[in-house]
């Protein structure tokens, strides 16, 4: 019965992570009220990478629509990313509750890409719980953009990843999450609550894979 929920729950981070690349092919739309905050944080950026983020708001309620479910999100967190050369875009983190994966149930969180106004809604990548979360609190996530059709291909633990990752914590995907299938690919950790690293990563996806 395990073997059977887990995969079903993998075909569940499939169904994601297939209708996280359609998305990333389209453009969001802008609507909904624009608003602003105080909290700013800093990441390393290079290009159209955000290089601040200030935190905007949390909202409730929050869904999204996937191909197999309805999600619902126990918090979703707004944020505003502004590069160096003054673009400024929104973002979101949505925390989702444990589902059983890989294993054992995993906290997840799925980053969006919101439209202008906040409105709108893309999903970009998707940080799961590491075997070692309650420990660490840490979150892994996979890198794809290493080619291939939608830039769907992830990277080998040897290979160069782009300029954009510099600094950033990265380690192979199968060293944190040891269970049967996991990805010898290389993947970002971050802590729980280490919000820049995960949005910084979801804008570099969008970068490697639009």
């Known amino acids: ?6 995969t079903a729950a993998i ?6 992570i297939n209708a996280m690349l359609d998305e990333l092919g389209q453009t969001p739309d802008a609507r909904g009220p624009q608003v602003t905050g105080t909290t700013t944080a800093k990441g390393v950026g290079d290009g159209n990478v955000p290089t601040d983020w200030r ?9 999204y629509s996937w191909p197999e479910l309805l999600e619902e999100y126990t918090s979703f967190d707004i944020y505003e990313g502004r590069s160096a050369a003054g673009q400024t875009t929104q973002w979101a983190i949505g925390k989702c509750e444990r589902y059983r994966v890989w294993g ?18 893309q999903p970009i990548c998707e940080f799961l719980e590491t075997d070692d979360y309650e420990s660490t609190r840490n979150l892994i996530a996979i890198i794809r953009g290493s080619g291939g059709p939608r830039g769907q291909r992830m990277f080998d633990p040897s290979a160069g990843l782009p300029a954009y990752y510099s600094g950033m914590r ?5 060293d944190r999450i040891p269970q049967p299938g996991s990805w010898n690919k290389l993947a970002v950790v971050a802590h729980e609550d280490d919000f820049v690293s995960m949005l ?8 490697l894979r639009h």
């Open 1 to 6: 019965m395990e073997d059977k929920i887990d």
């Open 11 to 16: 075909e569940i981070i499939r169904c994601h």
């Open 55 to 63: 935190y905007l708001k949390s909202r409730t309620g929050e869904v």
């Open 104 to 121: 054992k149930d995993r906290l997840y969180f799925i980053v969006f890409r919101l439209g202008q106004g906040g409105g709108s809604k």
């Open 170 to 174: 990265i380690e192979t995907y199968r």
């Open 200 to 207: 910084r990563h979801a804008a570099i996806q969008v970068l």
